[in-house]
């Protein structure tokens, strides 16, 4: 666990998040910054900098998928997009983002200033739903 890391916070339940998924090396919860309904973002519960050091690279990513497939039909979404750009909290994160292409307001690319605005019940809703298709 790294200091001052926000997820190794969330992992180590000193800060609160809507869990959609756990295992014994991954952890999944909704962004609470959501560019789209549905935005769930993977991280190891080691702390690594960067998704290219986490050893289980692949496993990281067949969680994401399985995260993406369940919230793609939790929120009747069309497709889902992943996005690990890395520099917003300083440890290895997928963000899985399930896309309406006609309707969420993004077009080809995720747009930065689009803030999806929820509240707590709707959260626990889509979590719940989520964890409930994984
Ligand atoms: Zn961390």
Redesign the pocket.
């Known amino acids: 666990?790294?200091a001052d890391?926000a997820?190794?916070k969330i992992v180590g339940h000193e800060l609160p998040e809507f869990k959609v998924y756990e295992d014994e090396k991954f952890l999944a919860f909704l962004s609470i910054d959501p560019k789209v309904v549905g935005h769930t973002i993977v991280v190891p519960k080691e702390?690594h900098r960067w998704v290219t050091d986490v050893p289980e690279f692949g496993e990281m990513w067949s969680v994401a998928r399985k995260v993406g497939l369940a919230a793609k039909k939790a929120t009747g979404a069309d497709a889902v997009s992943f996005l690990t750009l890395g520099f917003q909290v300083p440890?290895a994160a997928i963000w899985v983002l399930p896309r309406k292409e006609a309707s969420d307001g993004h077009g080809k690319v995720i747009d930065f200033s689009i803030h999806i605005h929820l509240k707590k019940e709707q959260y626990e809703k889509l979590a719940e739903s989520i964890a409930k298709s994984v």
């Open positions: 666990m790294a890391c997820f190794c702390h440890h």
